[in-house]
């Protein structure tokens, strides 16, 4: 089954320690990107990659980095949370960047994240 | 750049009701793509269509169907006899072919939130 896997699901922590919210897809797909979801917002990119070792910034790249050492993984880290990273976040892989045909994007389930 | 306009922040309807959703957009790519989201009270992202720019024939699918009008910029979501599994946030989003220089694009709108009452 095509999926995209995201941990952890639910995560309260404190100002200023570093986390990291894990995503993995077992579609083999080139391209993965991070989004965050904010009411009155909608979803607003925060990093994609085009493949292994290639990553670049998104709408809202502050305080967060990420790193595309296997095909398969695509971590977020935030090395220094802060309230306003409050939020739900999501992973994304498609086996190409566009929406051209056969590009179906795939979403995790999100990860809600509260900074306190 | 791309734009993705959801109107209505948030509609109610009676159960068994149809209800659509605005969705308009802007963009100066000749050839783009045009998606439905659903996001229900669980949080997931569930997909529910893309739509070529060149395709618009409008497509039906149970009591959801989709109406694209390239001259109005519209891509709009019907439901029809409205059930309470319905209610969710419901996003429209766009994006851009592969432009060949790393930058890739899919915008969202801010989504419209749907309550079916029983």
């Known amino acids: 089954e095509a999926q995209v896997t995201q941990n952890p699901r639910y995560l309260i922590t404190v100002t200023g320690k570093k986390l990291t919210v894990t995503c993995s897809q077992n579609?083999?797909?080139?391209?993965m990107s991070w989004y965050r979801q904010d009411p009155g917002l909608g979803l607003r990119q925060i990093y994609y990659s085009m493949n292994v070792e290639v990553t670049d910034k998104g709408d809202v790249p502050e305080g967060y980095k990420v790193s595309r050492k296997e095909k398969r993984n695509f971590p977020l880290i935030l090395e220094s949370p802060s309230p306003n990273q409050t939020s739900l976040y999501f992973c994304?892989?498609?086996?190409?960047?566009?929406?051209?045909?056969?590009?179906?994007?795939?979403f995790g389930e999100g990860s809600w994240l509260t900074v306190v | 750049a791309q734009k993705v306009t959801q109107a209505q922040t948030e509609i109610s309807v009676v159960e068994k009701e149809d209800v659509t959703l605005d969705c308009v957009y802007e963009?100066?790519?000749?050839?783009?793509?045009l998606f439905w989201y659903k996001q229900p009270p669980s949080g997931e992202l569930v997909f529910l269509i893309r739509r070529n720019s060149f395709d618009e024939q409008n497509e039906i699918s149970g009591r959801y169907s989709w109406n694209f009008q390239k001259s109005t910029s519209s891509f709009n979501f019907t439901i029809t006899a409205s059930q309470v599994v319905d209610s969710a946030v419901y996003f429209c989003?766009?994006?851009?072919?592969?432009?060949?220089?790393?930058?890739?694009?899919?915008?969202f709108g801010k989504g419209t939130k749907l309550s079916v009452i029983p």
């Open positions: 963009t100066r790519d000749t050839t783009y793509y």
């Open positions: 989003a766009l994006s851009g072919p592969y432009s060949g220089a790393g930058s890739y694009q899919l915008t």
């Open positions: 579609m083999n797909h080139e391209y």
């Open positions: 994304a892989s498609s086996l190409g960047p566009g929406g051209d045909s056969g590009n179906t994007i795939y």
